[in-house]
Structure formats: C-alpha cells, structure tokens
C-alpha cells in the first residue's frame, strides 16, 4: 500500500534521528488543534480512522489520506477538499476497487497524488471529474501509472484538468500487463503498450482547464464521440485526436495557437470545421483523411511565405511576426478529405492554395484508391520538387471574404472548381 510504504520510510527516518517530529495519527491533541477551525470536526476511531460519508480516511503528518470505504457506499462519490480542516492530498492504492456501489466520483483540486488502480473494477462507475492535473504526469515511470480506471468496463464520461505533461490513458486506464485471455474484447478497445484497456462505453471527454493537449493524448479512442476543449487551450499536439472516428462536433477554442500534424486525422464523422484567427501554425495532415468533411472556414488569413523554393503556409501572425510549417514534401491539411466542398477565409497570400489544402505524395496516390479525386501537379517553377494534388472531385466554392489582391497563382490547379467568391474590396487579380 502506498500509505504503508510512507510510514515505513518515516519510521525509518525517525528512529535513525532525520526527523524531530513525533506526530503520530492517534496524537488526538494534535488532530484536535488542526481541526479546530474547520466547519466540522469528526473524532476519530481507536484506529486514527475518520469515517465520512461512507469514505474512511486518516489524517497523518499533515495531511489526510483517503483509505477505504465502507460497504454501504454507493451513488454519487464526492471527495471532500478538507477533513478535520486538513487537505485531502493522497488517495491511497486500490482504496476503491471492486466498489460495487458507485456511480460517480469527483476528486478535488487538493489531491495530488493517487495510488495505482484506486477504482480498480467498479463496474458501475460512469462517470469522473477529476479537478487536479497533478495525478496525469507523463513523466514518471510505467511502473508508477496510476490505472484509476482499469477494468471498469461501463465509464462514459471524464472531465478532468490538464497540463502539458498529462498522460491521459496511462494514468486512467492502465492495467499492466495482459494476454488476450485478460479482458473482455465487448467491452475494452486494447492497447498492447503495456496494456491499457480503454472501455468502450467512453462517449466523453470535457477538459476544464490546460493550455496544452500532448502528442497522441487521445489516439484511438474510437468509441469518443464528444469532446469539450479548454477555453485556454493553446496547443494540439501531433496526432492528439488521430483515429477518433465517432467524434461527431469539433469547437476549437478562440485561444488556440498551434495545430501539430495529423492532429485530426481520421476524424470521419465531423462534417465542418472552423478554424480560430488566434490559430498561428498548423501541421501537415491536420484533418487529413475525414471521410464526412464538406465544410472549411478559416475565421482569419491564410498567410504563406516562400524561400529557396520551399514554401510555407501560416494562419495569421503572433506578436513575433508569421509563424510557419513547411510544406512542399508531405501532406496538405485536408488530404483525401473526399467530401469536401467549400473552403472559406478572410484573406488568402498564398502562392499554392491546391498545396495547402490538397497536397500528397506520389507513394499515397499509388496507395489509394484515387477515383474521387482528381490529382495533378504544380507546374516546373517548383524546380526540383514534385508537387502533386489529390482535389476531391466534390470541391466546388472558394470564398474569400475580404482582401484587396488575389495572388500570383493563388486557385491554380484547383479544377474542380465552380464557384469563387470575391469581396468587394478586391482590386488587383494577379497572374495565373
């Protein structure tokens, strides 16, 4: 047990001479000065135990640690931050497994540190808020996970806090371990690294707070279907969405900064997207492969540079200047979106619009299955490079909302073409 393991260490130290204190849970004196401000004062059993609400919980050095239950717990688990006017910091290993009773949990800010699998097989468990980031740190060892959730087959929904080291599917779903024998393939999606079952029944996720989601965060959780980003969210890190198929709505928040590549890959199910003005960078791929896309609105610029014949394509400016990705070797953000219809901005400096939206490699045209699209190239004043443009044949409207200039070969390539919208403020069409 994780509290055990704590004392053993303090006990240790006591009787070596490293620590002065003598504190000890049954020193009813001190309980009774810490607790003498809080709004309720639960004396405790012979053992140090402090029974709540059908939680047990002991109060040791400083701090309260949550350490079991009682049998009649059931319903709606709420942590308390304090007990006794002490913070609940610690929820000790397994304190909940195997709780047949509960149905949701709620673990406060004040908690910083939560045993592995302390809600181990609580089949009946649906929900989760967890308020503290603290417990989702991606740096600690696999054999440090926490697997809150492991086998717990009928969660549907998580909100949680982040930051930019969570570990979102280690810390709530891993299990150590397993063989095919191990889980029940109805009810878990299995993740061989080091096995993580993720139960098929999560619908939802709401991210309360974070300004960061990290590399693959979410890769493959096919059975998400709603997601709730941070109103100050900055970052989408590579990959963080890719394979999470059923996600039907996507609201980026207007904090938004960086979009890494392949951030939405694989997303089939949503059938629009707008990207914020606050958006400075986005990847390559970035909502490649959306099987159900029709719609695409930048509510800012589309800005793009170009040097030594590599060009890059930025959305907006930061207060440094331009932000950019290279292109010209990989893949346009909407690769192989086959239902897309209609892109809209404010303003487009861009040398290659076909690039940046369309843009393939020649080893995917050979790969895939080509007969909705029509694929082409740039012409030989990308001298070197081979550019080649996957453009769904459902492409049909540009619309450009504001501007003065449509650049040097902006719409080229894009043949697919029929409708372009330009504002009344356009004064200058350049070549081609």
Request: glycine letters at 6%; proline letters at 3%.
């Amino acid at each position: 047990m994780l509290r055990k393991t704590i004392a053993m260490i303090m006990a240790i130290a006591i009787v070596g001479g490293t620590m002065c204190t003598t504190a000890t849970v049954n020193d009813k004196d001190r309980l009774t000065a810490v607790a003498a401000e809080a709004d309720e004062i639960i004396e405790p059993d012979e053992d140090g135990i402090v029974t709540k609400d059908g939680v047990k919980y002991e109060i040791y050095n400083g701090d309260t640690w949550v350490v079991g239950y009682t049998e009649d717990l059931k319903g709606d688990l709420v942590i308390p931050e304090k007990i006794n006017g002490v913070p609940v910091t610690i929820i000790d290993d397994e304190v909940f497994a195997n709780c047949a009773g509960i149905t949701s949990v709620t673990i406060p800010a004040s908690v910083k540190t939560v045993g592995q699998f302390a809600f181990k097989n609580c089949e009946k468990l649906k929900s989760a808020d967890i308020k503290t980031p603290d417990i989702f740190n991606a740096s600690i060892s696999v054999s440090d996970w926490s697997g809150l959730f492991a086998f717990c087959p009928n969660l549907e929904k998580v909100t949680y806090a982040a930051d930019e080291n969570s570990n979102f599917k280690a810390t709530l779903f891993y299990t150590g371990k397993l063989s095919a024998d191990d889980y029940d393939a109805n009810k878990y999606t299995y993740e061989s690294f080091y096995g993580m079952l993720i139960p098929k029944s999560l619908k939802t996720i709401e991210i309360t707070e974070g300004t960061t989601i990290g590399e693959e965060e979410f890769k493959d959780i096919a059975s998400l279907e709603t997601i709730h980003l941070p109103k100050n969210l900055e970052t989408i890190g590579e990959e963080a969405f890719s394979g999470c198929e059923n996600i039907k709505e996507l609201v980026l928040p207007d904090s938004l900064k960086t979009i890494e590549d392949f951030a939405f890959y694989g997303l089939t199910n949503i059938k629009s997207v707008t990207v914020p003005a606050s958006v400075e960078h986005i990847g390559q791929g970035a909502f490649a492969c959306c099987d159900s896309l029709t719609s695409a609105d930048f509510a800012g610029d589309i800005i793009q540079e170009k040097s030594d014949g590599i060009y890059t394509v930025v959305i907006g400016f930061n207060e440094n200047g331009a932000t950019s990705v290279n292109y010209g070797s990989g893949y346009g953000i909407f690769c192989f979106c086959h239902k897309l219809e209609k892109v809209s901005f404010n303003n487009a400096d861009v040398e290659s619009l076909a690039s940046f939206l369309f843009e393939t490699t020649e080893s995917a045209v050979k790969d895939n299955n080509m007969e909705e699209f029509v694929v082409t190239a740039v012409d030989e004043s990308y001298a070197g490079k081979t550019h080649l443009f996957a453009i769904p044949k459902s492409f049909r409207t540009i619309e450009m909302r504001e501007g003065k200039t449509v650049k040097e070969k902006a719409f080229k390539d894009l043949s697919t073409v029929e409708n372009i919208i330009l504002p009344d403020t356009i004064e200058v069409i350049d070549d081609e």
